[in-house]
Each structure stands twice: as structure tokens, then as C-alpha cells.
């Protein structure tokens, strides 16, 4: 006796038709470039991929509602959050949050700044968002290259790598962002050290659930979603946490594992000559990076297969002992 289906299973294949419908007249309307100018990128054009969502399909927020610490009630203590300290102002912004909208556009006394992130990286990186003179926000392209976010700024549309920190195409290819010093830490750190700090709200006027992880086993599978140009070699799992350094070309990767072996949590380093010092957090699993000047230092924290995609000459840092 053959069964029909049910009426359950009759609904969720009439809307996947319907939604393959919308995916298809999106696509062919605005094709595999969502609507970006790809005539002059810098990057291989076959390798800069769709991700799936249209452009803005994941919505960047915009002067987002801020609240104070102690009505961040949707945040446990060992939450992630990226934390941005400016002109003596500290705000937080949780990942479970930055998971649905990758790009915060905000400002702090009159300092335009941007927090990106990228879950199929898990990248993290703030930049300063006043490009020739004049503040401007990014919006989410919905194109990867490397696996990693492509940002695209609202003024020229000009699309922006992430991990790489420049313009790729447009009016402003070639163009640097200057990267902003976060801490990537726990809720819970960042509070003990920044008690009056402000907090993304998560009344963003977008319906997400923002205690779901809509990753959830990505960071232990060695799976990725999207081809990379460089494999990383095996030594260490793809998203082994990593935190990158570029110092004048020269790049140098600090994987929390050989961190973890280091014994003492402040140490010295040395990257094209440079000095670095280094303050490892093992509880909170955070990194602090400073210079001979004592000045924080702006690194990329990120899974190790990103990193090597990016910088597959990258140096890597081992424990003296090991």
C-alpha cells in the first residue's frame, strides 16, 4: 500500500518550493555578484564566492540601542564579547548578537567605528570608519572570499576583505582600513574591568534569537563551509583559535593551544625586528598585545584555517620548551 505524505510533510516541501522560488528570481535579478561591481577587483573573481543571503540579507545595525551593564541581563558570565574602549568610553557587544548581524556601525563621540564579524572565520576586527574625511557605514555583502566577510561601505559600495583590511573593488579598491584594538574575552572579564561600560542591546528591532547559535557545532567540526585558497596544514585543528600579527608584511600566527603551553602568562616576542609584549588570559582565553611604546596593538583572532588561507607564509609561534 503506497502511504501519502502528510500534511506536515506537504507544507514543508511547498515552502521550500516557494523558497527556492525567491532564491532563484533573486539570483537571476541580481546575479551571483549581488548587484556589486566585480569589474575591477584586485581578488581571482572566481573566488569570490555567494554565501546565500542577498545583499543585507544579514542586516548590519546602525547606532544600535546601548544599555548599561546591569540591564544586560541576556548575558552569562563566560559569554563572548568583543569590547572596544574609545576617548575613555567602553562599550561590549556580545557574539551571540554580532552571530546574526556581523557588522555594529556605532560611534563614540563623534569617532565612527565598525565591529565586524565573521562566524565562518571567527574573525573579529573593529575599524575606524571615517574614509576620506567622512564617517560612513558598512552593510554585509553577502560575498566571501576565503570563507571570510566581505563589508561593503554604503557611500561607494566599494566592497572590503575583512581579515585582509582593504578595499577589493570599486571606487575605493586598494584603500586601507586602520583597524581599531578590541579584547575578544568573556562578559564576565570585560565587566570586572570595565564596570561602567554600555552594552549592545538586544532589543535591535530585528526578530532573532539571540540566545540560539545559529553555528552551533561549526566551531568543533574541521569542516568548513566554503573552499579556501590555502589548506592549512593539519598540526593543528581548523578552528584552533589563533591570534594573528601582520608587522610590515611579515606575519605571525599565536595559537591559544602553544599558548596554553607557555607556562607564564606574560611573555616577550619579537616579529620583523619589532618587540611585542604579550598578556595571556587562560581563564577568560583573551590576549592583550602591546608594543615597545606600551600602546595596544590591533590583532586578528580568528580559526587557524583563516588565517593560513590568508597568510599561508605565516610565521608560527611555539614555546621556547616545546
Known amino acids: 500500500?503506497?502511504?501519502?505524505?502528510?500534511?506536515?510533510?506537504?507544507?514543508?516541501?511547498?515552502?521550500?518550493?516557494?523558497l527556492g522560488i525567491v532564491v532563484y528570481k533573486y539570483a537571476v535579478s541580481a546575479g551571483q555578484d549581488n548587484g556589486f561591481d566585480l569589474s575591477n577587483t584586485t581578488l581571482p573573481r572566481?573566488?569570490?564566492?555567494?554565501?546565500?543571503?542577498?545583499?543585507?540579507g544579514i542586516p548590519a545595525l546602525s547606532d544600535p540601542k546601548l544599555v548599561a551593564a546591569a540591564a544586560a541581563n541576556y548575558l552569562q558570565p563566560t559569554d563572548r564579547v568583543?569590547?572596544?574602549?574609545?576617548?575613555?568610553?567602553?562599550?561590549?557587544?556580545?557574539?551571540?548578537?554580532?552571530?546574526?548581524?556581523?557588522?555594529?556601525?556605532?560611534?563614540?563621540?563623534?569617532?565612527?567605528?565598525?565591529?565586524?564579524?565573521?562566524?565562518?572565520?571567527?574573525?573579529?576586527?573593529?575599524?575606524?570608519?571615517?574614509?576620506?574625511?567622512?564617517?560612513?557605514?558598512?552593510?554585509?555583502?553577502?560575498?566571501?572570499?576565503?570563507?571570510?566577510?566581505?563589508?561593503?561601505?554604503?557611500d561607494t559600495e566599494s566592497l572590503w576583505s575583512q581579515i585582509l583590511s582593504q578595499s577589493v573593488s570599486g571606487e575605493r579598491v586598494g584603500q586601507k582600513l586602520k583597524p581599531i584594538p578590541i579584547s575578544h574575552t568573556t562578559w564576565r572579564d570585560w565587566l570586572a574591568k570595565h564596570p561602567d561600560t554600555q552594552v549592545l542591546s538586544d532589543d535591535t528591532g530585528h526578530s532573532r534569537d539571540y540566545q540560539r547559535n545559529p553555528y552551533a557545532g561549526y566551531e568543533e567540526?574541521?569542516?568548513?563551509?566554503?573552499?579556501?585558497?590555502?589548506?592549512?596544514p593539519d598540526n593543528y585543528h581548523p578552528k584552533e583559535i589563533v591570534v594573528g600579527l601582520d608587522v610590515d608584511g611579515v606575519f605571525k600566527a599565536y595559537p591559544f593551544v602553544e599558548l596554553d603551553k607557555q607556562g607564564?602568562?606574560?611573555?616577550?616576542?619579537?616579529?620583523?625586528?619589532?618587540?611585542?609584549?604579550?598578556?595571556?588570559?587562560?581563564?577568560?582565553?583573551?590576549?592583550?598585545?602591546?608594543?615597545?611604546?606600551?600602546?595596544?596593538?590591533?590583532?586578528?583572532?580568528?580559526?587557524?584555517?583563516?588565517?593560513f588561507a590568508f597568510h599561508p607564509d605565516t610565521e608560527v609561534f611555539k614555546p621556547a620548551d616545546s
Open 82 to 154: 568583543i569590547g572596544v574602549t574609545l576617548k575613555g568610553r567602553s562599550r561590549a557587544y556580545p557574539i551571540g548578537i554580532l552571530n546574526w548581524h556581523e557588522i555594529v556601525n556605532d560611534e563614540i563621540e563623534g569617532q565612527r567605528f565598525a565591529v565586524t564579524y565573521c562566524p565562518l572565520c571567527g574573525t573579529a576586527v573593529a575599524f575606524d570608519a571615517t574614509i576620506d574625511g567622512r564617517p560612513t557605514d558598512f552593510g554585509v555583502s553577502g560575498l566571501l572570499y576565503n570563507s571570510d566577510v566581505l563589508l561593503y561601505d554604503r
Open 46 to 56: 572566481e573566488q569570490i564566492l555567494h554565501g546565500g543571503p542577498p545583499r543585507d
Open 221 to 232: 567540526s574541521r569542516y568548513t563551509y566554503f573552499a579556501v585558497n590555502n589548506e592549512a
Open 264 to 307: 607564564q602568562s606574560r611573555f616577550r616576542d619579537t616579529i620583523n625586528g619589532s618587540q611585542f609584549d604579550f598578556a595571556w588570559d587562560t581563564q577568560n582565553r583573551s590576549i592583550t598585545i602591546t608594543d615597545a611604546n606600551g600602546q595596544e596593538v590591533a590583532g586578528i583572532q580568528g580559526f587557524w584555517f583563516a588565517w
Open 1 to 18: 500500500m503506497r502511504l501519502l505524505p502528510s500534511k506536515k510533510t506537504r507544507i514543508v516541501a511547498l515552502v521550500g518550493i516557494l
